[in-house]
């Protein structure tokens, strides 16, 4: 009886989105759908959900009952894709697509990865689908959020937190990625080919505490491809005063602002002229 039950709703689910779809131009749906493609390490993590509103409703401990798993926003389930290997929560998860489920409680949430990406809303959801679950604790909010809001903050190349807010209640999901490995290997592969990436590795060696030696020589080599480029003149300045050699740091500054006054480039002078003004 209790699948017989769950395949009706989900028929019904389905005839519902037909007739959404084929009557989208007369009737916006009351739960706007949102896509988020983040940049994260090398890849990109996408973010399918739909956005419910409050509507002078008590939510949590309401219309979503604590303790029940709930599909996370509305319609179908929110599906969260990753194109390469990513730690959440201290847990590693492959590339794939899954479907993020939660169970809310008063003081702490469940959340959970669940391999069965597509699926209407959490009828059909099984536990012994899940890849992976955790806890989080909420954070109670002053200002109420209207609508329901997923959104990635606090970016960097390795790591960002993926938050969720309603009503008023926040939840933060940590994440990181390895990409510096993949990098190293990516430029160690590269400078074994005809077009080398001197530019580009000498940036990243200087900027991820790398071997500088390895980061001037390239940036000398990036250098001859354009000896008044003033980008070059800066990296190699910003290089040399990490090294320790003022001087030379000094002299390169000079020359960089020289160069971006000839190109009447405003930006690189400025730049140039910092790397200089942090020597004196």
């Known amino acids: ?161 993926l938050n969720l807010m309603w009503e008023n209640v926040a939840i933060s999901i940590p994440m990181t990625v390895d990409y510096d490995s993949k990098v190293m290997e990516n430029i160690d592969k590269a400078m074994m080919g005809e077009k080398k990436p001197y530019f580009a590795a000498a940036q990243y060696y200087y900027s991820n505490g790398k071997d500088l030696n390895k980061a001037l020589s390239w940036i000398n080599e990036a250098e001859k491809s354009d000896t008044k480029a003033p980008w070059f003149k800066l990296w190699k300045a910003r290089i040399q005063l990490k090294m320790g050699d003022k001087k030379a740091a000094a002299e390169t500054a000079k020359m960089g602002i020289e160069a971006a006054k000839e190109a009447k480039n405003d930006e690189y002078i400025k730049l140039n002229q910092n790397v200089l003004n942090s020597i004196k």
Do not use: H
């Open 1 to 161: 009886m209790k699948k017989t039950l769950s395949s009706i709703i989900t028929f019904l689910a389905v005839l519902i989105c037909v007739g959404s779809a084929k009557a989208q131009s007369l009737i916006p749906n009351p739960s706007s759908g949102q896509t988020i493609i983040q940049d994260f390490g090398l890849g990109k993590v996408t973010l399918n959900y739909y956005r419910p509103n409050v509507k002078g409703r008590k939510i949590f401990g309401g219309l979503e009952s604590y303790g029940a798993v709930w599909r996370t926003g509305a319609n179908n389930a929110t599906t969260i894709m990753f194109t390469d290997e990513v730690v959440i929560a201290g847990n590693k998860v492959s590339a794939g697509k899954y479907s993020l489920f939660t169970i809310p409680e008063k003081e702490s949430w469940t959340i959970i990865l669940n391999k069965t990406a597509d699926q209407w809303g959490a009828y059909d959801y099984k536990k012994e689908d899940d890849l992976l679950r955790f806890t989080s604790k909420p954070i109670i909010t002053k200002e109420k959020t209207e609508t329901f809001t997923m959104q990635f903050s606090d970016v960097t190349s390795g790591s960002m937190n």
